[in-house]
């Protein structure tokens, strides 16, 4: 049976890191099973999840990624996951909200408080900083797709809602 994993990796943006990182997990028999890839300033980022039903794979692919950064510049980790358990799931919505306004500190934390503080799972979340074309102020855009219980009430989720981008002073909208 194949164990899972998830590997991070970052290292400075070039032409070949992807290649770089994969070659890993090709040459030791892994198979890829999900990716997320992006650049944060100069800096390329992965995250990958996949499979392998060798034993050590593990302690296999901690001394690669220590090779990888002393001859690649590039810093990777491997973490196992464990297997799932059989538990009853709630039904849910996934719902997306869009967060807007000048850029400060704050932001993501004081959402993700708020939604931690809910019970609400955060699926994926893609922020950037950026110029506004207008008054060249710094706007912060945010999305966040999360789970939402069925039965909770979105009105009040809602209501809930303004209170932090109140506190924020952004706009916040959310999408069913």
């Given amino acids: 049976m194949a164990n899972r994993y998830i590997m991070t990796a970052f290292g400075k943006d070039r032409t070949g890191i992807v290649a770089d990182v994969t070659r890993l997990l090709y040459e030791n028999d892994c198979n890829l099973e999900n990716t997320t890839m992006s650049m944060l300033a100069d800096e390329f ?25 002393l001859d690649k510049g590039i810093s990777a980790f491997v973490r196992p ?19 807007e306004g000048l850029d400060q500190a704050g932001i993501v934390y004081k959402t993700s408080q708020f939604l931690a503080d809910h019970q609400l799972s955060i699926i994926q979340l893609d922020s950037a900083a950026s110029a ?8 912060y855009n945010m999305t966040i797709y999360i789970q939402v219980p069925e039965n909770l009430p979105f009105d009040q989720l809602e209501e809930d809602l303004s209170t932090v981008a109140d506190e924020l002073n952004v706009d916040i909208t959310m999408e069913r």
Avoid: W
């Avoid at 996951?81 to 967060?99: A, E, F, G, R, W």
């Fill in 45 to 69: 980022t992965l995250s990958l999840l996949f499979s392998s039903s060798l034993a050590n794979i593990e302690e296999l692919l901690t001394r690669e990624c220590r090779r990888l950064e």
């Fill in 81 to 99: 996951l464990l297997q799932p358990q059989n538990q009853v799931q709630d039904s849910y919505k996934t719902c997306t909200l869009h967060i």
């Fill in 132 to 139: 506004s074309p207008q008054s060249g102020a710094t706007i």
